[in-house]
């Protein structure tokens, strides 16, 4: 009698529970879809390499896939190295409970979070007037290397804790110095992590506009410098869809190129980690 | 000895080198925030200092050329799309989450879980687009205009969902195993295990969660750009157009000058001050949770 009323009381949760996840994978399911199904068509090698025409309604993307490589080129080339650095120190120049390493994470936790087009107008700001580097590729890719940082150095640091204490101890009692421990030992164990990190950030800055629509500006043709202003494929989609009357076709094949690259990113790193955690828990 | 001191110092020059790059490079990465803040102060300074505070609520409208700058109708239409998809994307997101962890088959769970990843995953820009060509024609359809700030809150909606979620499910896999038999043990039926057990554990879990979303949707800009249509106009009811203070940034910024463009960098400052205090918020009891979770 007492089961068969708490089975009854189970129906009420379990049909609720069933039906907030399938609300949550009709609007995925219908947004991909959508994309595919309108995108596809208009998606062809010449489409990817060829220049815009008519203000985007016609033509391709080539100087806009170029222009995304070097802002997210830049990017990548100025945070790598300022993360690995910074992730190095928190790892194996302060003890967790250092205070400088907790206000260093502590500050890039908040920068974690500050909104995107906060980042634009700081990029606007210092790049774009303060170094006088207006409107272009190098402002862009500086303000969201600014932006990646936070979600790198988390990732790499990590990945470096995750190394286990007796490689450094007998590193250590062989003598080693840190700069040799690091070379030798530290680095090869943490490449996994960094690949991920970089990966991650790299995923992030592909993904951003509004960072990006005040600082490497709207020109659609193809950037001769890094100081010439260029279109990320991210601003083409939100310029085709909202300045460009019958853009739609286009924004539909960029914005499937731009989840297609996405997707390709996403899966690496999650192959990688796997890959990484069954490499380290083979048995010695 | 003699040997081995040589060897000393030239390992010493090294690793000072080394260890003093590596501050430095520190010292850069932390110092961001500041310097973001710093300059956000710079170019806000003009405002503060010749409109003042006090304008930005009392000014009769938003007409930068003609000196008012009332962003209070900004300030409603942010708090308003803020409000409604957490509402929304709070319960959704906890449900999905326990659903994933208690009620779907394994393999289903963990597919579940990827694509939500995925979803966490795209652009606001596509959200954006995929708002603008499908879901506003939609409402239009129903109650016209269709930019609206119920387009705006279906939208913020289905981007926070991933990161309430995510932050959700890592909490409940840190549930002790030993509750969960201890509840079967008992004879719990599997609501009132997670009505009486899990949901009290996981509370800190799924608040962070919330925080975080809330963050995600304060700062969230070319979505609701997209598809609320952009009018100032103070909103009166969920079909009416708005403007957030994010989309009145990424519009005007482009040809402010003077008064009016630190005008837009004090509404930048107030949002950098919105996201720091919930990611703070969210820091602050993630680390209180952590420290009850050890002890």
């Known amino acids: ?284 | 000895m003699i040997s081995s001191s040589s060897n000393i110092s030239s390992r010493s020059t090294s690793e000072g080198l080394l260890s003093w790059t590596v501050r430095l490079l520190a010292l850069m990465a932390g110092g961001l925030l500041l310097l973001v803040v710093l300059f956000l102060f710079r170019e806000a300074w003009p405002a503060l200092q010749h409109i003042g505070v006090a304008r930005f609520f009392s000014d009769p409208g938003w007409y930068p050329t003609e000196d008012a700058y009332r962003l209070t109708p900004m300030i409603w239409g942010t708090v308003w799309a803020t409000a409604g998809s957490i509402l929304l994307a709070s319960p959704l997101g906890i449900l999905s989450a326990l659903f994933c962890h208690f009620y779907a088959p394994p393999l289903l769970g963990r597919w579940y879980r990827r694509m939500v990843e995925l979803l966490a995953g795209i652009p606001s820009v596509v959200f954006g687009f995929w708002g603008l060509v499908v879901l506003v024609p939609l409402i239009g359809r129903w109650h016209p205009p269709g930019p609206s700030l119920l387009a705006g809150i279906l939208i913020l909606t289905l981007m926070i969902i991933p990161t309430i979620m995510l932050v959700a499910h890592a909490s409940m896999a840190q549930v002790p195993v030993a509750y969960i038999h201890s509840a079967t043990a008992l004879g719990f039926s599997r609501w009132s295990m997670i009505w009486h057990v899990i949901l009290p554990t996981t509370k800190v879990g799924l608040f962070t969660g919330i925080l975080l979303g809330l963050a995600r949707a304060l700062g969230e800009t070319m979505a609701v750009l997209m598809v609320c249509g952009n009018v100032v106009r103070t909103p009166s009811h969920l079909f009416d157009p708005i403007r957030t203070l994010t989309a009145n940034i990424a519009l005007e910024m482009a040809y402010a000058l003077g008064q009016h463009r630190a005008a837009l960098f004090v509404s930048g400052l107030l949002l950098l001050g919105l996201a720091m205090l919930c990611v703070g918020m969210a820091e602050g009891l993630r680390y209180r949770n952590a420290y009850v979770a050890t002890k």
Do not use: K
């Open chain 1, 1 to 284: 009698m007492l089961r068969q009323s708490r089975h009854v009381q189970e129906y009420g949760p379990t049909a609720i529970i069933w039906a907030a996840a399938t609300m949550v994978v009709v609007p995925f399911f219908w947004l991909m879809g959508d994309l595919l199904w309108n995108g596809w068509n208009h998606l062809s090698l010449s489409f990817l390499f060829s220049a815009p025409q008519n203000a985007g309604r016609e033509g391709g993307i080539g100087p806009i896939l170029m222009s995304t490589l070097l802002v997210v080129g830049v990017c990548m080339g100025v945070a790598v190295p300022i993360g690995l650095g910074t992730a190095l120190f928190l790892s194996e120049y302060t003890r967790q409970d250092h205070a400088l390493g907790r206000l260093i994470r502590a500050s890039l936790d908040v920068l974690a979070g500050v909104p995107s087009i906060v980042f634009g107008l700081f990029g606007n700001a210092l790049f774009c007037q303060a170094l006088g580097l207006g409107f272009s590729i190098l402002s862009g890719g500086l303000t969201l290397a600014c932006m990646v940082l936070p979600i790198l150095i988390r990732t790499v640091e990590e990945s470096f804790r995750a190394i286990s204490r007796d490689q450094r101890l007998s590193a250590a009692a062989l003598g080693l110095s840190t700069p040799t421990t690091i070379r030798t030992i530290l680095l090869p164990a943490a490449i996994p992590g960094l690949l991920v990190g970089g990966i991650l950030g790299l995923g992030r800055a592909i993904a951003e506009t509004a960072a990006l629509i005040f600082t490497s500006g709207y020109v659609d043709r193809m950037p001769e410098s890094l100081m010439d202003s260029g279109r990320t494929l991210a601003v083409h989609i939100y310029d085709l869809a909202m300045n460009v009357a019958g853009g739609n076709p286009n924004a539909y094949a960029t914005a499937l190129v731009l989840v297609g690259l996405l997707l390709i990113i996403n899966l690496s790193s999650s192959w990688i980690t796997t890959r990484w955690t069954s490499f380290n828990q083979l048995p010695a």
